[in-house]
């Protein structure tokens, strides 16, 4: 199974997709994962993109486009994969699709999480406590600028699938578990629901 998960910064995403790896037997592809793995390793992408992501702002699309490229060449995808924070850029989507063209693969299933930017503005601020601010770009500047971005440059995504007649939004408010009970009947619905 290969899936998208869409959505807003402090969404769920990420514990999301969590959940469906050990479900569904997938791997996670978390592009905000690989490149704070890349920063602590100090290779050159990665101090690069630090100072990008302290500032709320997108690492450029070519970028991101090679990284995910090689990433889902690697074998372990071969039973599927979660895309957790790709693509973030309408120019992203597109180069996704090339990508899988190429390889002959499809998605099954593009989710968009809805939450209201409010509720997120608090959750970013209490993950941010509960994680002793671990994450550099989880002050309350950065989370206002990463959903300004997140407006202009990744709402178009979702757009761009709606479009297209794959995109299933799922109501992102309440309990994780009350999140995960609506994925996992999107997932088992048909896509023109
Ligand atoms: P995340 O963990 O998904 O919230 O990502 C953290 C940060 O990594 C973002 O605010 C961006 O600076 C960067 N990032 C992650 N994924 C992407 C992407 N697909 N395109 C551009 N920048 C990204």
Redesign the pocket.
Known sequence: MRLILLGP?GAGKGTQAQRLVGKHGIVQL????M?RAAASAGTPVGLRAKA??DR????PDDV?IEIIADRIDQPDTANGFILD????TVD?AKALDRLLDERGLGIDRIIEIVVDHEVLRERIAGRARETGGSRA?DTEATVAK?LDVYRRQTAPVAEYYRQRGVLKPVDGMGTVEEVAARIDESLRAGTDA
Not at 85 to 88: C, D, Q, T
Request: aromatic share 4%; proline share 10%.
């Open positions: 910064p978390s592009t905000g994962d490149l990008i992501m709320g702002d997108l690492v991101m924070g790709f693509p973030r992203q770009d990463r």
